[in-house]
């Protein structure tokens, strides 16, 4: 399963209750973040669920409102004992935007890892396959996928009818090869068909792009921003670069996924609820945002 925080839903500058743009993702005891505004940690710290364990931190791209977090949180990872390497993935630029952030954050007791993006790959971080999509914004600014591989069920029937001993069961199902008496054995062969896993797709600065909805095709939680539920407000989301409620709804609907959060809201816009209808007139199973709305994701029988 993979349990899912949004410690921030807030645009530009953070609002009282509403702090600035991160979600954060926990699966086996290992953690994930999407970017890193103000007021992540302290919201983190509200919602309870530690530091320590934060293996990945990707950005979507460098304005102020998606990074600026990032020093104290360092530095609270740091204190919390941890010693192993963080991973570090954003656009071509990171290494160079972090060292000038992280000038107040020295001798943290952990390596930094750096992996800069320049077009759309696939990465590994803890068990968390992260995808890339390059977006439409003032600046490099790219999506985000994150998938939850799930094992195939194992076929108990079949290890036995092939004689391997039971102890050796659990080093086939996590997938390693084995060898008894000169023969060797396969996780295919006892092995049955893959399992669906989970997916969860996050986008936030940018306009509509031809590839979004394919991106997050099929995915079991579309975060997405919604910077003006009004429709009215078109011409400025065109003009900065971003999305309003309705064109965030129109991708999730085209992508076919389960539910839609909307998130990163301009500090204009005080009441989401008044243009919630914006969205679920076109993808009724859209949700509003708020700091620390969580949820739990578990693998489909």
């Known amino acids: 399963m993979l349990d899912i925080a ?11 209750g509403r702090f600035l743009t991160s979600l954060y993702m926990r699966h086996n005891g290992r953690f994930a973040l999407i970017d ?10 509200i919602l309870g669920w530690g530091f320590k364990n934060i293996d990945v931190i990707m950005f979507t791209h460098f304005h102020a409102d998606h990074i600026t977090g990032l020093p104290g949180l360092l530095l ?16 071509k630029g990171l290494q160079t935007i972090v060292s000038g952030l992280t000038i107040v954050s020295r001798d943290l007791p952990f390596e930094l890892k750096f992996i800069e993006i320049d077009e759309p790959k696939e990465l590994e971080v803890s068990g968390f396959i992260i995808n ?26 079949a290890a036995q ?9 659990s080093k086939l199902q996590n997938g390693e090869t084995i060898t008894l008496d000169s023969t060797t054995f396969t996780p295919d062969m006892v092995m049955g068909d893959e399992r669906k ?3 969860v797709a996050y986008c936030t600065d940018t306009r509509p792009v ?12 579309f975060v997405c921003e919604g910077i003006y539920g009004d429709n009215e407000k078109i011409d400025k989301a065109r003009e900065y670069k971003h999305m309003l409620f309705s064109e965030a709804a129109e991708i999730a609907n085209a992508g076919e996924v389960k539910k839609l959060w909307l998130t990163h809201y301009s500090p204009s816009l005080t009441n989401p609820e008044e243009f919630l209808h914006n969205a679920t007139d076109i993808f009724p199973n859209t949700r509003l945002g708020h700091d620390r709305k969580n949820t739990t994701i578990k693998f489909e029988e």
Not at 161 to 169: A, C
Request: one cysteine or more; charged letters at 20%; aromatic letters at 6%.
């Open 210 to 221: 031809k590839g979004l909805p394919d991106f997050v095709r099929g995915a079991d939680l």
């Open 197 to 199: 896993g989970i997916k």
């Open 132 to 157: 890339t999509l390059p977006l439409e914004h003032r600046t490099k600014c790219y999506a985000y996928s994150v998938r939850i591989n799930r094992l195939a069920k194992f076929n108990p029937e």
């Open 6 to 16: 949004l410690l921030g839903c807030g645009g530009m500058m953070p609002m009282p």
């Open 76 to 91: 609270t990872i740091g204190n919390s004992g941890r010693d192993e390497p963080v991973t570090l993935i954003g656009p």
């Open 36 to 45: 890193c505004g103000e007021g992540t940690q302290v919201s983190l710290r």
């Open 161 to 169: 009818k092939l004689g391997i001993p039971v102890q050796m069961w």
